[in-house]
């Protein structure tokens, strides 16, 4: 019973003129509390958290520079699963969904390299360094690359959708082996400091902005994809007659 | 199942060496890309030593760039990819076939040519072994993981460059163990470490880049 209401729920929200009209509610609960959350965890960890011993005001990167390097990786693993699920299902939305994602987690990827590199040169004295996770995560920028340049390159939108489904789908078998051969490699950037299950390493004045500044910009980061479905979606449908009938209507 | 992986090994191979010129010229590519290096350096023993493991790995890297444009692509343009995919055969099983082919004909040519290069960058001879286990081990998983990339661009006529960016970044793992088996044979230390993970890479590679690359050509032949 439980069962089939799903379905039921999981074959309405397939269908793209339902899909269409509800992402705009959708995009605006998304919208509205991730602007507030990230707007106030980025004014709190730059002007209410207390400077850090060591690293004095320089810390205070993190804030914009953690939410990037979660998202970086969120991105991508929400593709892969997006992917599967278009490659199992043959669900356009999910193959909607990659291609809309791809760009953004892109751009987190590259704000976190940047962000990062802008704290490493007082910190570690050196823009880069061939640290393991800095490593990993430039090879995550090149993952996503290749999924853009590969839809962009494939000329029927199904075709290349769904080819990168697939490379998502590789890719991100490839990221955990890819991430220890690294440190395997070498290592040199600072152990996990929120992730540890026992009391985190970390003042909480400092680390409520920090989780608010990062389900901020998860949110952000749901509004800005869901927002690129709906143009994906138009261009891809924009000779079938629901569209048609839907810009009739808006004129 | 084990008819039709015999029948297309035998046919690739034969048809990979009824042109062996383009063989030679698999190997050509990997003999000039060595030999022009150390035109670039000081040519001093030590530099050259320290740095063969790069150098061996990427000349190896581009080369199968090169030449995994050409793993399915003969079959694509005369229809017989068509034909596999009408079979009622597992179409994993002939792109592994292909893939085992495709390796005989050009990785196993590196294989056998390294121990030459090597000696000509100075590597000591103490270390030709390992180096030639690495490139055993290593090579195959290359097939392997670009023949997804070489399926998914399928469609598209000219498609290095995209290529490269598709399946470099997944060459990673074996760049890093099979140029850390390469230095450590060098400096004297035991490989067995990286070489055990090209053989753990090698076996997830057999089992599962093959149902990727049946995925992708049927993708691309949409």
Redesign the interface.
């Known amino acids: 019973m439980a069962k089939s209401a799903f379905m039921r729920w999981f074959h309405r929200f397939g269908s793209l003129p339902y899909f269409y009209g509800v992402s705009v509610p959708i995009a605006r609960a998304l919208a509205v509390p991730g602007v507030l959350l990230a707007a106030w965890g980025v004014f709190a960890g730059l002007v209410l958290a207390p400077a850090d011993y060591q690293q004095g005001d320089a810390f205070r990167i993190i804030y914009i520079h953690v939410p990037s390097a979660w998202l970086s990786m969120f991105g991508y693993t929400s593709m892969a699963v997006a992917g599967v699920v278009a490659l199992v299902w043959r669900l356009k939305l999910a193959e909607i969904y990659i291609v809309a994602a791809a760009p953004i987690g892109a751009s987190f990827t590259f704000l976190a390299l940047a962000t990062g590199s802008i704290w490493g040169k007082p910190m570690w004295g050196t823009w880069w360094v061939w640290d393991a996770r800095l490593t990993s995560e430039l090879i995550l920028l090149f993952l996503y690359l290749g999924v853009i340049a590969l839809h962009n390159a494939i000329e029927s939108p199904r075709t290349a959708a769904r080819a990168c489904a697939l490379l998502s789908v590789v890719g991100v078998i490839n990221v955990p082996i890819i991430h220890y051969s690294v440190e395997w490699w070498n290592t040199l950037h600072q152990g996990p400091t929120i992730t540890r299950f026992d009391r985190p390493a970390m003042d909480l004045d400092m680390l409520w902005p920090l989780l608010s500044a990062a389900l901020g910009f998860t949110l952000i980061f749901g509004w800005l994809t869901l927002w690129g479905m709906r143009v994906q979606l138009l261009w891809r449908e924009r000779r079938s007659r629901w569209v048609g009938r839907m810009l009739e209507n808006s004129r | 199942m084990l008819g039709v992986f015999w029948a297309v090994l035998r046919r690739d191979l034969l048809l990979a060496f009824r042109q062996r010129g383009v063989l030679v010229h698999h190997l050509l590519f990997f003999v000039l890309v060595v030999a022009l290096f150390p035109l670039g350096t000081r040519a001093e023993g030590a530099i050259l030593v320290a740095v063969s493991p790069a150098l061996i790995w990427m000349a190896v890297l581009l080369a199968a760039l090169l030449s995994l444009q050409r793993l399915f692509r003969p079959d694509y343009e005369d229809g017989t990819l068509e034909q596999y995919l009408l079979s009622p055969e597992p179409l994993a099983v002939i792109a592994l076939a292909k893939v085992t082919a495709y390796w005989i004909a050009s990785g196993l040519i590196f294989v056998v040519a390294s121990p030459l290069l090597v000696l000509l960058l100075g590597v000591p001879a103490h270390a030709v072994g390992v180096i030639m286990l690495s490139l055993l081990l290593g090579t195959p998983t290359l097939g392997l993981v670009g023949g997804?990339g070489t399926a998914?661009?399928l469609?598209?006529p000219r498609?290095g460059l995209?290529l490269s960016?598709?399946i470099?970044?997944?060459y990673?793992?074996v760049l890093?163990?099979g140029a850390?088996a390469m230095q450590a044979a060098i400096i004297g230390l035991p490989a067995a470490g990286a070489l055990y993970?090209l053989g753990a890479?090698l076996a997830?590679g057999v089992t599962?880049a093959p149902w990727?690359i049946a995925?992708?050509l049927k993708?691309?032949l949409?």
């Open positions: 997804i998914l661009t469609s598209l498609a995209l960016l598709l470099f970044p997944l990673v793992p890093i163990f850390g993970l890479l997830l599962a990727a995925a992708a993708i691309s949409e």
